[in-house]
Protein backbone atom coordinates (compact mmCIF):
# COMPACT_ATOMS: atom_id res chain seq x y z
CA UNK A 1 0.00 0.00 0.00
CA UNK A 2 1.34 3.73 -0.83
CA UNK A 3 1.22 5.99 1.63
CA UNK A 4 1.73 9.78 1.43
CA UNK A 5 3.27 11.54 4.24
CA UNK A 6 2.49 15.49 3.79
CA UNK A 7 4.12 16.87 7.24
CA UNK A 8 7.06 19.10 8.63
CA UNK A 9 7.82 16.40 11.37
CA UNK A 10 10.65 14.24 9.99
CA UNK A 11 10.77 11.96 12.89
CA UNK A 12 7.08 10.67 12.77
CA UNK A 13 8.46 9.87 9.05
CA UNK A 14 11.21 7.80 10.31
CA UNK A 15 8.19 5.98 12.31
CA UNK A 16 6.38 5.37 10.17
CA UNK A 17 9.03 4.06 7.89
CA UNK A 18 9.98 1.84 10.73
CA UNK A 19 5.87 0.65 11.46
CA UNK A 20 5.48 -0.12 7.88
CA UNK A 21 8.24 -0.26 5.04
CA UNK A 22 9.04 -3.75 6.18
CA UNK A 23 5.95 -5.75 5.59
CA UNK A 24 5.68 -4.37 1.93
CA UNK A 25 4.21 -1.10 1.89
CA UNK A 26 5.93 2.47 0.79
CA UNK A 27 6.35 5.60 2.68
CA UNK A 28 6.33 8.77 0.62
CA UNK A 29 7.12 11.92 2.25
CA UNK A 30 6.58 15.59 1.02
CA UNK A 31 7.04 18.49 2.81
CA UNK A 32 3.94 20.69 2.29
CA UNK A 33 0.55 20.33 0.90
CA UNK A 34 1.38 22.65 -1.94
CA UNK A 35 4.73 20.65 -2.97
CA UNK A 36 1.93 17.61 -2.97
CA UNK A 37 -0.55 19.40 -4.75
CA UNK A 38 2.18 20.76 -7.72
CA UNK A 39 4.24 17.13 -8.10
CA UNK A 40 0.45 15.35 -7.71
CA UNK A 41 2.71 12.94 -5.64
CA UNK A 42 -1.22 12.36 -4.27
CA UNK A 43 -2.11 10.69 -7.64
CA UNK A 44 -0.65 6.69 -6.57
CA UNK A 45 -1.59 7.63 -2.61
CA UNK A 46 -3.94 4.93 -0.96
CA UNK A 47 -3.98 6.60 2.75
CA UNK A 48 -2.80 10.37 3.18
CA UNK A 49 -1.34 11.92 6.64
CA UNK A 50 -1.34 15.70 6.55
CA UNK A 51 -0.05 18.23 8.95
CA UNK A 52 -2.99 20.16 10.17
CA UNK A 53 -1.28 23.35 10.51
CA UNK A 54 -0.06 24.65 7.57
CA UNK A 55 0.66 27.97 5.75
CA UNK A 56 -1.38 28.92 3.08
CA UNK A 57 -2.55 25.50 3.24
CA UNK A 58 -3.45 23.82 5.89
CA UNK A 59 -4.43 20.02 5.95
CA UNK A 60 -8.18 20.35 6.14
CA UNK A 61 -8.01 22.82 2.83
CA UNK A 62 -6.10 20.30 0.97
CA UNK A 63 -8.22 17.49 1.86
CA UNK A 64 -11.42 19.36 0.91
CA UNK A 65 -9.72 20.36 -2.24
CA UNK A 66 -8.56 16.41 -3.17
CA UNK A 67 -12.20 15.37 -2.42
CA UNK A 68 -13.17 17.67 -4.42
CA UNK A 69 -11.43 15.93 -7.73
CA UNK A 70 -13.96 14.58 -9.71
CA UNK A 71 -12.39 10.96 -9.43
CA UNK A 72 -14.15 8.77 -7.43
CA UNK A 73 -11.17 7.21 -5.81
CA UNK A 74 -9.75 10.38 -4.60
CA UNK A 75 -13.22 11.38 -2.86
CA UNK A 76 -13.37 8.35 -1.03
CA UNK A 77 -9.17 8.07 -0.18
CA UNK A 78 -8.51 8.45 3.50
CA UNK A 79 -7.38 11.02 5.15
CA UNK A 80 -5.40 11.35 8.36
CA UNK A 81 -4.63 14.95 10.12
CA UNK A 82 -0.81 14.89 12.40
CA UNK A 83 -1.69 17.28 14.85
CA UNK A 84 0.57 18.53 17.16
CA UNK A 85 0.97 17.48 21.31
CA UNK A 86 -1.34 19.64 23.00
CA UNK A 87 -3.64 20.41 19.85
CA UNK A 88 -7.62 20.60 20.03
CA UNK A 89 -8.67 16.77 18.57
CA UNK A 90 -10.43 18.04 15.20
CA UNK A 91 -13.84 16.84 14.76
CA UNK A 92 -14.62 17.89 11.18
CA UNK A 93 -16.22 15.11 8.78
CA UNK A 94 -13.70 16.28 5.76
CA UNK A 95 -10.90 13.86 8.01
CA UNK A 96 -11.60 10.57 8.72
CA UNK A 97 -9.19 10.91 12.02
CA UNK A 98 -5.58 12.06 13.53
CA UNK A 99 -2.64 11.11 14.90
CA UNK A 100 -0.17 12.93 17.35
CA UNK A 101 3.49 13.64 15.62
CA UNK A 102 5.20 12.39 18.44
CA UNK A 103 2.91 9.04 18.31
CA UNK A 104 5.19 6.05 19.05
CA UNK A 105 5.60 3.05 16.67
CA UNK A 106 2.93 0.95 18.59
CA UNK A 107 0.43 3.59 18.90
CA UNK A 108 0.62 3.75 14.58
CA UNK A 109 0.27 0.43 14.38
CA UNK A 110 -2.73 0.30 16.12
CA UNK A 111 -4.36 3.73 14.55
CA UNK A 112 -3.53 3.00 11.10
CA UNK A 113 -2.66 -0.92 10.82
CA UNK A 114 -6.38 -1.90 9.91
CA UNK A 115 -6.42 0.69 7.05
CA UNK A 116 -2.96 -0.20 5.67
CA UNK A 117 -3.95 -3.68 6.06
CA UNK A 118 -7.43 -3.02 3.75
CA UNK A 119 -6.46 -4.35 0.50
CA UNK A 120 -6.65 -1.78 -1.93
CA UNK A 121 -7.76 -0.95 -5.56
CA UNK A 122 -5.11 -3.16 -7.08
CA UNK A 123 -6.53 -6.35 -5.40
CA UNK A 124 -7.64 -8.67 -7.38
CA UNK A 125 -9.77 -10.35 -5.02
CA UNK A 126 -13.31 -9.22 -3.50
CA UNK A 127 -15.47 -8.82 -0.83
CA UNK A 128 -19.38 -8.58 -0.84
CA UNK A 129 -21.21 -6.22 1.24
CA UNK A 130 -24.51 -6.16 1.59
CA UNK A 131 -26.29 -3.01 2.68
CA UNK A 132 -30.35 -3.14 3.59
CA UNK A 133 -32.76 0.49 4.00
CA UNK A 134 -30.27 2.92 2.62
CA UNK A 135 -31.39 5.49 0.71
CA UNK A 136 -29.50 5.61 -3.21
CA UNK A 137 -27.21 8.37 -2.54
CA UNK A 138 -25.88 6.58 0.80
CA UNK A 139 -25.64 3.66 -1.27
CA UNK A 140 -23.48 5.26 -4.06
CA UNK A 141 -21.41 7.19 -1.23
CA UNK A 142 -20.80 3.69 0.59
CA UNK A 143 -19.77 1.88 -3.21
CA UNK A 144 -17.33 5.16 -3.19
CA UNK A 145 -15.61 4.62 -0.02
CA UNK A 146 -15.35 0.78 0.15
CA UNK A 147 -14.96 -0.33 -3.79
CA UNK A 148 -11.42 0.79 -4.38
CA UNK A 149 -10.81 -1.68 -1.49
CA UNK A 150 -12.08 -4.49 -2.65
CA UNK A 151 -15.58 -4.47 -1.03
CA UNK A 152 -18.41 -5.14 -3.70
CA UNK A 153 -21.66 -3.41 -2.26
CA UNK A 154 -25.01 -4.49 -2.76
CA UNK A 155 -28.29 -2.98 -1.78
CA UNK A 156 -31.29 -4.78 -0.78
CA UNK A 157 -34.81 -3.07 1.22
CA UNK A 158 -35.35 -4.76 4.76
CA UNK A 159 -38.16 -6.27 3.61
CA UNK A 160 -35.95 -9.16 0.91
CA UNK A 161 -33.10 -8.62 3.52
CA UNK A 162 -32.83 -12.53 4.71
CA UNK A 163 -34.21 -13.60 0.52
CA UNK A 164 -30.93 -11.56 -1.10
CA UNK A 165 -28.49 -12.63 1.90
CA UNK A 166 -29.63 -16.61 1.49
CA UNK A 167 -28.44 -15.60 -2.56
CA UNK A 168 -25.59 -13.18 -1.87
CA UNK A 169 -24.07 -15.18 1.13
CA UNK A 170 -22.35 -11.69 1.87
CA UNK A 171 -19.81 -12.00 5.18
CA UNK A 172 -20.55 -8.17 5.64
CA UNK A 173 -24.15 -6.58 6.06
CA UNK A 174 -24.89 -3.36 7.18
CA UNK A 175 -28.69 -2.68 7.93
CA UNK A 176 -29.59 1.71 8.77
CA UNK A 177 -31.99 1.91 11.61
CA UNK A 178 -35.23 3.03 11.15
CA UNK A 179 -36.76 5.76 13.86
CA UNK A 180 -38.47 2.95 15.93
CA UNK A 181 -36.20 0.07 14.89
CA UNK A 182 -38.74 -2.27 14.88
CA UNK A 183 -37.95 -2.82 10.91
CA UNK A 184 -34.58 -3.26 11.20
CA UNK A 185 -35.09 -5.63 14.45
CA UNK A 186 -37.70 -7.53 12.10
CA UNK A 187 -35.14 -8.13 9.12
CA UNK A 188 -32.25 -9.21 11.40
CA UNK A 189 -34.69 -11.89 13.30
CA UNK A 190 -35.45 -12.99 9.60
CA UNK A 191 -31.51 -13.49 8.59
CA UNK A 192 -31.19 -15.08 12.20
CA UNK A 193 -34.48 -17.51 11.43
CA UNK A 194 -32.51 -18.43 8.02
CA UNK A 195 -29.98 -19.62 9.63
CA UNK A 196 -27.94 -16.76 8.54
CA UNK A 197 -24.80 -15.67 10.47
CA UNK A 198 -22.83 -12.43 8.85
CA UNK A 199 -21.32 -9.55 10.53
CA UNK A 200 -23.92 -7.63 11.27
CA UNK A 201 -23.21 -3.46 11.27
CA UNK A 202 -26.05 -0.77 12.06
CA UNK A 203 -26.06 2.63 10.84
CA UNK A 204 -27.80 5.24 12.49
CA UNK A 205 -28.68 7.19 16.16
CA UNK A 206 -28.08 4.95 19.00
CA UNK A 207 -31.97 3.87 19.91
CA UNK A 208 -33.61 3.43 23.53
CA UNK A 209 -31.67 0.58 25.35
CA UNK A 210 -34.20 -1.91 25.61
CA UNK A 211 -34.58 -1.62 22.08
CA UNK A 212 -30.54 -2.34 22.18
CA UNK A 213 -30.31 -5.14 23.60
CA UNK A 214 -32.80 -7.12 21.51
CA UNK A 215 -30.93 -5.61 18.44
CA UNK A 216 -27.45 -6.83 19.95
CA UNK A 217 -29.66 -10.26 20.49
CA UNK A 218 -30.80 -9.95 16.74
CA UNK A 219 -26.80 -10.35 15.84
CA UNK A 220 -25.73 -6.76 15.83
CA UNK A 221 -21.70 -7.01 15.85
CA UNK A 222 -20.92 -3.33 15.38
CA UNK A 223 -22.61 0.14 15.27
CA UNK A 224 -21.62 3.36 12.78
CA UNK A 225 -23.32 6.39 13.59
CA UNK A 226 -23.81 9.10 10.35
CA UNK A 227 -22.85 10.39 8.24
CA UNK A 228 -20.24 7.85 7.23
CA UNK A 229 -16.53 8.35 7.56
CA UNK A 230 -14.68 6.33 5.31
CA UNK A 231 -11.75 5.58 7.67
CA UNK A 232 -14.82 4.81 10.60
CA UNK A 233 -16.72 2.42 7.58
CA UNK A 234 -12.79 0.47 6.54
CA UNK A 235 -12.53 -0.07 10.23
CA UNK A 236 -15.83 -1.42 10.53
CA UNK A 237 -15.47 -3.88 7.63
CA UNK A 238 -12.12 -4.79 8.74
CA UNK A 239 -12.91 -5.46 11.88
CA UNK A 240 -15.84 -7.40 10.83
CA UNK A 241 -13.70 -9.43 8.62
CA UNK A 242 -11.50 -10.49 11.62
CA UNK A 243 -14.27 -11.33 13.39
CA UNK A 244 -15.37 -13.94 10.98
CA UNK A 245 -12.18 -15.44 10.46
CA UNK A 246 -11.70 -15.60 14.18
CA UNK A 247 -15.07 -17.60 14.55
CA UNK A 248 -13.70 -19.38 11.07
CA UNK A 249 -10.52 -20.48 13.16
CA UNK A 250 -12.91 -21.27 16.38
CA UNK A 251 -15.16 -23.88 14.54
CA UNK A 252 -12.73 -25.50 12.84
CA UNK A 253 -10.34 -25.61 16.61
CA UNK A 254 -13.35 -27.07 17.58
CA UNK A 255 -13.95 -29.44 14.84
CA UNK A 256 -10.63 -31.07 15.30
CA UNK A 257 -11.12 -30.93 19.03
CA UNK A 258 -14.22 -33.31 18.16
CA UNK A 259 -12.00 -35.07 16.07
CA UNK A 260 -9.47 -35.86 18.78
CA UNK A 261 -12.06 -36.79 21.35
CA UNK A 262 -13.13 -39.28 19.18
CA UNK A 263 -9.73 -40.50 18.14
CA UNK A 264 -8.82 -40.77 21.76
CA UNK A 265 -12.00 -42.46 22.84
CA UNK A 266 -11.17 -45.16 19.87
CA UNK A 267 -7.82 -45.56 20.61
CA UNK A 268 -9.22 -45.98 24.66
CA UNK A 269 -11.56 -48.93 23.25
CA UNK A 270 -9.00 -50.16 21.10
CA UNK A 271 -6.58 -49.88 24.15
CA UNK A 272 -9.20 -51.69 26.71
CA UNK A 273 -10.20 -54.65 24.26
CA UNK A 274 -5.85 -55.26 23.69
CA UNK A 275 -6.19 -55.35 27.48
CA UNK A 276 -8.91 -57.94 27.62
CA UNK A 277 -7.35 -59.61 25.14
CA UNK A 278 -3.69 -59.80 27.28
CA UNK A 279 -5.56 -60.54 30.72
CA UNK A 280 -8.25 -63.19 29.38
CA UNK A 281 -8.64 -66.41 29.39
CA UNK A 282 -9.35 -67.09 25.29
CA UNK A 283 -11.61 -70.65 26.66
CA UNK A 284 -13.04 -70.10 29.83
CA UNK A 285 -13.34 -66.09 29.59
CA UNK A 286 -12.34 -65.90 32.63
CA UNK A 287 -9.37 -63.38 33.70
CA UNK A 288 -5.90 -65.82 33.09
CA UNK A 289 -2.97 -65.49 35.37
CA UNK A 290 -1.11 -62.41 34.31
CA UNK A 291 -4.45 -60.58 35.79
CA UNK A 292 -4.38 -62.87 38.53
CA UNK A 293 -0.85 -61.88 39.80
CA UNK A 294 -1.46 -58.12 39.25
CA UNK A 295 -4.93 -58.19 40.71
CA UNK A 296 -3.36 -60.29 43.88
CA UNK A 297 -0.83 -57.59 44.50
CA UNK A 298 -2.70 -54.56 44.03
CA UNK A 299 -5.31 -56.45 46.77
CA UNK A 300 -2.44 -56.97 49.11
CA UNK A 301 -1.37 -53.67 49.03
CA UNK A 302 -4.54 -52.38 49.74
CA UNK A 303 -4.61 -54.78 53.09
CA UNK A 304 -0.92 -53.65 53.80
CA UNK A 305 -2.32 -49.88 53.51
CA UNK A 306 -5.99 -49.38 54.53
CA UNK A 307 -6.37 -53.19 56.15
CA UNK A 308 -9.22 -54.13 53.17
CA UNK A 309 -9.60 -57.18 54.47
CA UNK A 310 -9.86 -60.15 51.21
CA UNK A 311 -10.04 -63.52 50.81
CA UNK A 312 -8.05 -66.19 48.63
CA UNK A 313 -9.55 -69.06 47.13
CA UNK A 314 -7.69 -71.72 44.99
CA UNK A 315 -9.52 -75.08 42.96
CA UNK A 316 -8.59 -77.81 41.39
CA UNK A 317 -10.88 -80.14 39.47
CA UNK A 318 -10.91 -83.68 40.81
CA UNK A 319 -9.45 -86.27 38.33
CA UNK A 320 -9.63 -84.15 35.56
CA UNK A 321 -6.68 -85.99 33.68
CA UNK A 322 -9.34 -89.06 33.90
CA UNK A 323 -11.96 -87.01 31.72
CA UNK A 324 -9.34 -85.89 28.95
CA UNK A 325 -8.50 -89.38 28.68
CA UNK A 326 -11.36 -91.33 28.69
CA UNK A 327 -13.74 -88.44 26.54
CA UNK A 328 -10.85 -86.29 25.01
CA UNK A 329 -9.43 -82.94 25.22
CA UNK A 330 -12.22 -81.34 23.31
CA UNK A 331 -14.67 -82.79 26.29
CA UNK A 332 -12.35 -81.53 28.48
CA UNK A 333 -12.46 -78.10 27.01
CA UNK A 334 -16.38 -78.26 27.01
CA UNK A 335 -16.33 -79.06 31.24
CA UNK A 336 -13.63 -76.97 31.85
CA UNK A 337 -15.79 -73.74 30.20
CA UNK A 338 -19.04 -75.12 32.04
CA UNK A 339 -16.92 -74.98 35.38
CA UNK A 340 -15.91 -71.32 34.91
CA UNK A 341 -19.54 -71.03 34.30
CA UNK A 342 -21.06 -71.79 37.86
CA UNK A 343 -17.70 -70.31 39.21
CA UNK A 344 -18.83 -66.75 37.44
CA UNK A 345 -22.36 -66.93 38.44
CA UNK A 346 -21.98 -67.60 42.28
CA UNK A 347 -19.74 -64.62 42.48
CA UNK A 348 -20.48 -61.11 43.38
CA UNK A 349 -19.72 -58.66 39.95
CA UNK A 350 -17.31 -56.71 42.91
CA UNK A 351 -15.58 -60.79 43.15
CA UNK A 352 -12.88 -61.78 40.55
CA UNK A 353 -12.08 -65.46 38.93
CA UNK A 354 -9.06 -66.49 37.33
CA UNK A 355 -8.00 -70.02 34.93
CA UNK A 356 -4.70 -69.83 36.71
CA UNK A 357 -3.31 -73.18 35.25
CA UNK A 358 -5.10 -75.79 32.80
CA UNK A 359 -7.70 -76.81 35.85
CA UNK A 360 -6.59 -74.93 38.51
CA UNK A 361 -8.49 -71.75 38.97
CA UNK A 362 -8.22 -68.82 41.79
CA UNK A 363 -11.15 -66.30 43.04
CA UNK A 364 -10.38 -63.18 44.88
CA UNK A 365 -12.96 -61.93 47.74
CA UNK A 366 -12.44 -57.96 48.42
CA UNK A 367 -14.62 -56.79 51.65
CA UNK A 368 -14.64 -60.46 52.70
CA UNK A 369 -13.88 -62.41 56.33
CA UNK A 370 -12.17 -65.97 56.36
CA UNK A 371 -15.44 -67.30 57.51
CA UNK A 372 -17.34 -65.66 55.14
CA UNK A 373 -14.73 -66.74 52.34
CA UNK A 374 -14.97 -70.27 53.20
CA UNK A 375 -18.83 -70.70 53.30
CA UNK A 376 -18.68 -68.89 49.42
CA UNK A 377 -15.96 -71.67 48.60
CA UNK A 378 -18.45 -74.42 49.99
CA UNK A 379 -21.65 -72.83 47.47
CA UNK A 380 -18.88 -73.20 44.53
CA UNK A 381 -17.96 -76.51 45.79
CA UNK A 382 -21.57 -77.53 46.22
CA UNK A 383 -22.74 -75.73 43.14
CA UNK A 384 -20.24 -78.38 40.78
CA UNK A 385 -20.81 -81.26 42.47
CA UNK A 386 -24.85 -81.40 42.54
CA UNK A 387 -25.59 -81.64 39.46
CA UNK A 388 -24.15 -83.70 36.54
CA UNK A 389 -22.66 -81.46 33.32
CA UNK A 390 -24.79 -82.56 30.35
CA UNK A 391 -22.32 -81.12 27.66
CA UNK A 392 -23.12 -79.98 24.14
CA UNK A 393 -20.62 -82.63 23.10
CA UNK A 394 -22.77 -85.38 24.02
CA UNK A 395 -21.49 -87.16 27.40
CA UNK A 396 -22.29 -86.14 30.78
CA UNK A 397 -19.43 -85.83 33.54
CA UNK A 398 -19.85 -85.59 37.04
CA UNK A 399 -17.18 -83.34 38.32
CA UNK A 400 -16.06 -82.33 41.70
CA UNK A 401 -13.53 -79.72 42.89
CA UNK A 402 -11.66 -79.19 46.06
CA UNK A 403 -10.38 -75.44 47.74
CA UNK A 404 -7.81 -74.12 49.63
CA UNK A 405 -8.94 -70.91 51.65
CA UNK A 406 -6.44 -68.12 52.91
CA UNK A 407 -6.42 -64.26 54.14
CA UNK A 408 -3.99 -62.50 54.35
CA UNK A 409 -3.16 -62.19 58.36
CA UNK A 410 -0.22 -63.10 59.06
CA UNK A 411 1.40 -63.51 55.90
CA UNK A 412 3.14 -61.98 53.27
CA UNK A 413 2.42 -61.40 49.25
CA UNK A 414 4.87 -63.74 48.99
CA UNK A 415 3.60 -66.82 51.45
CA UNK A 416 -0.52 -66.25 50.99
CA UNK A 417 -0.71 -67.90 47.30
CA UNK A 418 1.83 -70.76 48.79
CA UNK A 419 -0.20 -71.04 51.81
CA UNK A 420 -4.01 -71.18 50.09
CA UNK A 421 -2.13 -73.64 47.84
CA UNK A 422 -1.40 -75.78 50.75
CA UNK A 423 -5.00 -75.55 51.98
CA UNK A 424 -6.22 -76.82 48.71
CA UNK A 425 -3.06 -79.92 48.72
CA UNK A 426 -4.71 -80.46 51.74
CA UNK A 427 -8.23 -80.85 50.81
CA UNK A 428 -7.12 -83.57 47.60
CA UNK A 429 -5.19 -85.35 50.53
CA UNK A 430 -8.23 -86.05 52.64
CA UNK A 431 -10.47 -86.99 49.93
CA UNK A 432 -11.15 -84.46 47.34
CA UNK A 433 -14.36 -82.32 46.70
CA UNK A 434 -14.00 -80.22 50.01
CA UNK A 435 -12.67 -76.90 51.40
CA UNK A 436 -9.31 -76.62 53.66
CA UNK A 437 -8.61 -73.33 55.46
CA UNK A 438 -5.28 -72.66 56.23
CA UNK A 439 -3.25 -71.83 59.03
CA UNK A 440 -1.93 -68.27 59.59
CA UNK A 441 2.10 -68.90 59.38
CA UNK A 442 1.68 -72.09 58.26
CA UNK A 443 4.76 -73.66 56.77
CA UNK A 444 3.76 -75.83 53.37
CA UNK A 445 5.60 -79.02 53.22
CA UNK A 446 6.94 -80.67 50.49
CA UNK A 447 4.61 -81.65 48.40
CA UNK A 448 5.37 -85.62 47.08
CA UNK A 449 3.07 -85.79 44.68
CA UNK A 450 1.27 -83.75 42.17
CA UNK A 451 -2.73 -83.52 42.95
CA UNK A 452 -5.13 -85.17 40.93
Request: charged share 25%; aromatic share 6%; proline share 5%.
Amino acid sequence: MHLLVITQHNRLVERLRTAFEGSGHSVRHVADPLEALASEAWAAAELILVDAAGDPLDGLRFSQLLRGEARIHFQSLPMVLVIRPGDPVPTSSAVDGYVRSDASIQHLLSTLGPLVQTEGPRSSHRTDLLAAGLHPRQIKRLRDMVGPFGFDVTASSLLHLATTQQTLQAPLVMVRLDESGQRALDALQQLREAGEEPYVILLGEEPSQPVQRKLMLAGVKDWLSLPLSSTRVLLACRRGLDWLQSRCLRREFQSQIHDLRERRLHLEMETSALRNEVLTDPLTGLLNRRAFDQNLESTFNQWERHHRTFVLILGDLDHFKLINDRFGHMVGDDVLRAVADRLRSGLRRSDLAFRVGGEEFAILLPETSLQAGTDVAEKLRRRIDERPMVLESGPTVFPTMSFGVADPQGYRLSTLFAAADQALYLAKHKGRNRVEVAVPMMEPPARKTARK
